[in-house]
């Protein structure tokens, strides 16, 4: 059974009022994005360096947006945890494989939107602002949980394909699921 329901928003978020967490496996990326972020008026930014430091940190607070790397797994268990209101945060992807199937396989996923390493922080922060004023649909099915993915598709031919070399998403081990499991 297909269910639609709007997914709350901060009605004209407050830059300084946004609560965002950053998970990527890479710490000097993590920290130059923290801190532009920061610099750009964002008080409270949290980082994870794996699926399991962020659900602890999105237990321990209130998370307004999640940008993350390629952790697909991680996604698609968040979406599927209704027991809680992080199934519903805004998910950015930020990653190096941006060709178009990856960005079909994000959204399919359940990322709100997506965007191609190197990022610049002020594109970043207006995908943000963006993320957390809007008010799509949130599709809740057997096949597919998240935001609704009916959108108008863009072009990306033009942009080099990106070389799928180091993937850290990809999969989760099962003793990963398990402590997620036993976390949720």
Do not use: W
């Not at 300084?16 to 496996?25: A, H, P, T, W």
């Not at 945890?81 to 399919?108: C, G, N, T, W, Y």
């Amino acid at each position: 059974m297909l269910s639609f329901e709007c997914v709350e928003t901060m009605p004209d978020p407050n830059i300084g009022d946004l609560r965002i967490l950053i998970l990527d496996d890479d710490a000097d990326y993590r920290a130059r994005i923290r801190d532009d972020l920061v610099d750009l008026g964002i008080a409270d930014v949290a980082v994870a360096d794996d699926p399991l430091a962020a659900l602890d940190a999105m237990r321990a607070r209130t998370v307004d947006v999640l940008v993350t790397e390629r952790y697909l797994s991680f996604v698609r268990f968040l979406r599927t945890s209704h027991k809680r209101p992080s199934s519903h945060v805004p998910i950015l992807m930020v990653s190096f494989r941006s060709r178009q199937d990856d960005i079909h396989e994000a959204r399919d996923a359940g990322v709100d939107d997506f965007l191609a390493k190197p990022v610049d922080a002020h594109q970043l922060l207006d995908r943000i602002m963006a993320a957390v004023g809007r008010n799509l649909p949130f599709v809740e099915s057997e096949a597919y949980v998240g935001p609704d993915r009916r959108r108008e598709e863009t072009n990306f031919e033009g942009l080099p394909d990106s070389d799928p070399v180091d993937d850290p998403d990809t999969r989760l081990t099962e003793a990963e699921i398990a402590v997620l499991l036993e976390r949720d």
